[in-house]
């Protein structure tokens, strides 16, 4: 750990300036972190991760490896990005073609969960404690609390801020077995109680 920067980056990491990057954050093997972006504290980017220009990650986000993470993208606290998942930011990119002043914002709000092989398409936001299923491609905004797989992701239930699936009674509530938490159904939206 570097005692000046009070974060550690692995030799083979490229950390371009200026960016802030917080302390206690590790940065593994073969990442990049571009210019301008801004990583919180105790977040952990995975080998040959890439974090573009201008992106922000808040406190406690985990990153796995091979992750892109694009200009427009905006994780709040403890999100985790999963294995090789992968953002996108124009929605109808062209080689030929600059579209730079089309990047689209995508926000993953706090506490959401992004399974390997999963694609996020731009201009959606990832609702808080949400849980993204491997290999799901999101063309769409993901409610806070729900549980969506498949292409295009489609929404198969709610999960609890501890990622476990609720099964809610005939009165709209669910306990979450683990930690004992109470929520209820309302309006087609999670509250926690």
Request: hydrophobic content about 35%.
């Amino acid at each position: 750990m570097n005692e000046e920067k009070k974060y550690f980056a692995h030799e083979t990491a490229v950390i371009d300036t200026p960016c802030k990057i917080g302390t206690g954050t590790k940065i593994w093997h073969f990442s990049h972190v571009m210019s301008n972006s801004i990583i919180g504290e105790s977040c952990n980017i995975g080998q040959n991760v890439v974090v573009s220009p201008k992106v922000v990650l808040g406190n406690n986000v985990k990153v796995q490896n091979n992750v892109s993470i694009y200009t427009g993208v905006i994780c709040e606290e403890n999100v985790f990005l999963g294995p090789s998942m992968v953002f996108t930011n124009i929605i109808n990119p062209r080689s030929a073609i600059v579209r730079k002043d089309q990047y689209q914002k995508t926000l993953v709000k706090k506490g959401a969960s992004i399974g390997a092989n999963a694609t996020i398409i731009c201009g959606n936001e990832i609702g808080e404690y949400a849980m993204v299923g491997a290999g799901a491609v999101v063309s769409k905004s993901i409610k806070p609390y729900a549980l969506v797989v498949g292409n295009p992701s489609r929404q198969i239930g709610w999960v609890s801020e501890y990622g476990h699936r609720l099964e809610f009674d005939n009165k709209n509530r669910a306990t979450c077995l683990e930690s004992g938490e109470k929520y209820r159904l309302k309006e087609n939206k999670v509250v926690k109680l």
